[in-house]
């Protein structure tokens, strides 16, 4: 079946490039009617609208499901094209073009029965929608995604997914092939760039979360958050194993495993994401596709789940015999690798399990509900402590090492770096005992980390990748104990000009200002809050609006950020209420209340009359409150009457009353309904001086406000991690197979790299 054929591989790789032509042509398609507004297809009735701007009619391509199964088709086809001629520089290209295909096969399937082709009146049969129709706009797409980085991320995030197929398919034919060692070669490099596309599709994310959603935080653990660590972290582990067979010819088992899984954590990701079972345990979750669909995910992930252990449990004592006999010594390089690489699997399993408790409740039954963030939290930072120390130790170790010889001499400067940095950490105020530590780790990584790339910068540039990787990871989780250990957060209630302190900063509420105007599907305004401290100012804007996606009922928000190089200033609005510049008063009926402004005297309702005997405007009703007043044992009546309007329930006194025993009027300003009777619901009463003018209703907003300290240690660390995964690249750039004696020069020369001049000296020996 999979015998060479040089005419028959011309003719697939031809076929396949025809496919990849009509895939692209089928995007083109869809794309060209997004931008002209054809309201007839479904998809585009559901995720495009005539008031989005360029940039998010683009976006809407990959919106919604449709949409993204066809990106991910549409990367995967491109990415394919690029592959063919790799893998017949390593004669795959017959055994593992088939299995990329079968991926395609699968993604063309599912949108064969999830089509963004089809039409309005095919969608809505039921409802008598005439053959033909054409809506005159969209629903739009939610306000919550128009944002830039929907123009960046989901695209990125897809092209890590497609890359992670690579190593799978490699793996496969490898089996298939009973070529156990060859497909290392290529098998590292699509790794490490697709660990890398997919590391930056996942920052992106918690950086847009971070900018947009306005929790405070970049990454909630949420189940679609960790649906993309996931393979991720499956990509990094095998980037490490990798290395350990390269160098020791061991663990080769274990890189079949783990680049099967890399990909079948992908296609879990899928099923989870797009089949709706975290629709109620998750933010970002898609709506139910359909039974169809969600049993074609199913099939798509057994299917290949089955294949490729299948595969590994055919070949498992075949591949025994090519793995060469290696002493992983404690003392190894090689050793402390696969330590590590075991770690980055159990956390993936870990959060596997958090991830998927709801879908393992739904079909073993239980609650359906998601793991709490202090499981994640918990372990994270066990396994993020033990990595980033096994990380410094492994940099001062040697392959195949059977001895410590100079491991503690190197060591002990960087421990003793890091122990005085962890405790400028606790007198600066970091004093949890779970973030001290976690600071400790983070810096041993940083100073052990930045001691090797010092050292090798000019000796041997392309082996500093990783250890570039290892830096931002350490940096990262750096900005972590920094800023969510140590950030001062309250909630503040502004009326405009007023003024908060809190912590030696002074807030100040200067008022709004509309944007977007010209757009007739919201109501945007940008909020002006002035920030003070110790003579500097800032200005920091969020955003609140109303939109027609979900008809004006609830406002939208966007935090405001002002960026600075030792902390972010973060204003996250939760809420716009309006209320009264005066004294006030709930009441309901047979619940007596003691007044604002006189508490001898308790203020009850006795009844309410619908009818005033006045003569009702547009929208409003005259409406009556007879109250009762009882000051120390003597009770009197009264009947305050108020034109309400009926569809907000706030209304204007017509005349004002005296309020018994004291010099101030009183009058009914609305009503908070209670759905099941008017009986029941609570008055709304405001005082005033007689000579004074009617309050006034003012606006009053609401918002956490949080300063949170180095977060740019944590865009920072992530950007040297991506950079890191590329620039590995160049190590593994070789053309051919290296031979057992180049790999002992290669190990020879980065276990001298890895020795200081001094340790040398002491030292001569090389593992």
Known sequence: FFKKNEKMSLLGSSLYALTTGAIISASFYLMWNIFQFNFQFTYIWEYASRELDAYFLFASFFAGQQGSFLLWLLMLSIIGLILIPSLRKYDYENIAMPFFNLILMFILVILVFKSPFEYVWESFAKDGIEVGFMPENGRGMNPILQNYWITIHPPILFVGYSLMSVPFILALAGLVKKDYTRWLEPGIKWTLIGGGVLGLGIMLGGFWAYETLGWGGFWGWDPVENSSLLPWLIAVALSHTFLVQ????????????????????????TFLTRSGILGDTSVHSFITPGKTVETLLVWFMLSFIIFGLGLIVFRWKDVAKFTRKSDFSIQSKEF???????????????????TSKPALAEIFGGQKVAAELSFYNNWGLIFGVLMLILNSFTIYLRWKARIFDTFFKQIMIPFALSVVGTIAIYLIGITDLKFVILGFASLFSIITNLDFIMRNTSKQSKMLGAYIGHLGIAILVLGVVASGSSTENTQMRFTEKSSKEYHGYKFTFLGKERIEKEKRDREKFRYSIKVEKEGNIWEVHPIVYWSSFNEWSAPFFEPGIQTKIEKDIYVAPIAVEYDYDAPKMYIQKDMPSLSPIDSSTSVSIEKFEMDGGMQPEKNKVSFGTILKYDKAGTVTFDTLYTLIDVETWVGSPVEWKPFPGTNMQIGMVGLIRDQASIANSQAVFVFKEPHLKEPQLMEVFTADISIKPFMNLVWLGTILMVIGFFAALPKYGKKKLQTQTEIDEEIANENNNNSSDTAEKLNGETA
């Open 336 to 354: 402390s690798l696969s330590i590590g690489s075991i770690l980055l699997v159990a956390f993936t399993l870990i959060i596997w399990y958090g």
């Open 246 to 269: 390269k160098r020791t010819g061991g663990l080769i088992k274990t890189n079949f495993v783990l680049a099967i899984f890399a990909f079948l954590f992908v296609l879990y990701a």
